[in-house]
Structure formats: C-alpha cells, structure tokens
C-alpha cells in the first residue's frame, strides 16, 4: 500500500494494515521534521509534490522492494503541505518472516524514496527559508508535447 496525503500519518493504522500471523518481523521507519538543519533552527517544514508522478515513483519503490526481499506487506506514506516540528513526514512499514529481511527491505525502501520520490521540502528559519536539495524531475519533449518523468 502506498499513499500520499495532507492529513497526519497515522501509525497505529499501519501497524494494523500490517498484521500477518506469518511475520514475525515488521520494522516501522518514522521520518518526523526535526527544529534543526545545517547548524541553523528550523521552526517548520512544507513538503510538495507532484501527486501523479510521486504516486508513481512510490509504487515502483514498493515493486522493487517486494521484488528484492521476501515482503508479505508494506506500507509507504508520504505526508505534503504545512508540517510543524515533530510531525511525521513519512512512514515505511515492512512485514517479512524474519527481521533480517524486515530490517533491510525498509532501509532500502526508505532510501530509494528519498533518492527518486519527487517529493520537495523548504525548510522555515528564523532568518528566511530555503528548500532542500532532492529529486529534480527530468522533462521529456514528444512532438510538441511536453510532460513529467
């Protein structure tokens, strides 16, 4: 199951979504928005997004996981918009057999989203803001159409 949203990410409900008499390993990566960046104190986060394409890219960071690890089931959702200090960002849930698996498929799959997910943040200083630097993505011309990859 993937998802992207604007409402805040629900933990209990993954963990639910993730129950499996088979698994007897399920890791759980929370990213929250921290107050501090690059020795400066961050007082919020906005996350955007292309919802389309990062649907899409989150999908195949879900296949790939799957295809890669033995995953009976796993969970991936990305929040967008106004984040406050503390808040969850994105959630991974991984349910595999054993934890070995678990452990490893969900630091990949974190990793790869971070990586190729176009999901942007600008961070909010006290002095300004700034957005990070992630995921660009790539245009492709087609006769005289022009669309996102």
Not at 100 to 112: L, V
Not at 125 to 132: C, R, T
Request: proline share 3%; with cysteine; glycine share 6%.
């Amino acid at each position: 199951m993937i998802k992207l949203t604007k409402e805040p990410i629900n933990t209990e409900v993954i963990l639910q979504n993730l129950e499996d008499k088979s698994t007897g390993g399920v890791v759980l990566f929370l990213g929250r928005v921290r107050d501090h960046a690059n020795n400066k104190a961050v007082t919020k986060m906005d996350y955007d997004a292309y919802p389309k394409m990062a649907e899409g890219k989150l999908a195949e960071v879900e296949a790939e996981t799957q295809k890669r690890w033995p995953v009976k089931k796993i969970i991936i959702v990305h929040r967008y918009g106004s984040l406050e200090l503390g808040d969850v960002s994105v959630a991974v849930a991984v349910a595999c057999a054993h934890r070995k698996d678990a452990f490893e498929a969900c630091r990949f799959a974190i990793d790869t989203l971070k990586a190729t997910v176009p999901i942007w943040k600008k961070e909010y200083f006290k002095e300004g803001s700034g957005w990070v630097d992630g995921v660009m993505p790539t245009m492709k011309q087609a006769g005289d159409k022009t669309t996102l990859q």
